[in-house]
């Protein structure tokens, strides 16, 4: 197997980080680490932080079945051959983009409590409005976490 081939399919056009000497890459999306690839002399590791339903359902579509979870690596392993290395990048693909997506709602969020805090500041808000509105925030951030 040509390890380094398989790591560029795998890994090209995403935000990855590796310490000098290391064989270890991590994967960025949304400013937080979404998963490693690890290279052993002959084999491909991907580790994964955690799955979402809807990654698990991407998972299982591509025929990956992410196996070894750890208090790090929630979401399980996989090995990654010349062979199934188009359906494990489907997947780190989609570990990205919804990491991505969470950290932007995150931001939104935010900055909505921001403007909601200067307004209440400023006395633009009538009680009523303010409890639906922190209803709302509280309801969103439930689902957010």
Sequence with gaps: MNVNAVI????????VHK??????FRVHGGGTTVAEVVVGDATVRLNMRELSEDIEL???????SPKGR????????????PENVSSVREVLDALVREARIRATR????????AILERARKDGLLDEKFERDIA???QQDEQVTV
Excluded at 19 to 24: A, D, Y
């Design 135 to 137: 209803q709302l925030l």
């Design 106 to 113: 995150t931001v939104t969020v935010r900055e909505s409590l």
């Design 19 to 24: 310490r000098s000497g290391s064989r270890v």
């Design 8 to 15: 560029d399919q795998l890994l090209n056009g995403h935000n």
């Design 70 to 81: 750890s208090k790090t690596w929630k979401g399980g392993g996989v090995k990654v051959t």
């Design 58 to 64: 991407i998972a299982e579509s591509e025929g990956i």
